[in-house]
């Protein structure tokens, strides 16, 4: 398997990642608009719930298609690719913290 082909299936996990988060900070920043101020034991519960689905969605779109290679046998490949997701990640997240600075 090529490198290039690596290197798009690492940029797409990231873009799915971005996504994701995005959807989850709209969800939280609108979420008193649509479920009112409810203070609570219930908003605690939803909260950490959605913290634990967060870290699995994440989880497999980093992870997912790492440990299937690397289950098939193709060990080199797995281990790429991972670099290459943990690459371009820290490389999204370079890229929000910079456009934060220049916001400010």
Known sequence: MNDSKLVSWAVRNVAGVILYVAAVVWLMSNAEH????????????AM???FVCSALITGLLVLGQ????FVNGQKKESLKLLGYTVGAMFAAMVIVWVTLAFLA
């Open 66 to 69: 790492p440990v299937w290679l």
């Open 34 to 45: 649509g479920f009112g101020a409810k203070p609570g034991i219930l908003i605690g519960v």
């Open 48 to 50: 950490l719930m959605l």
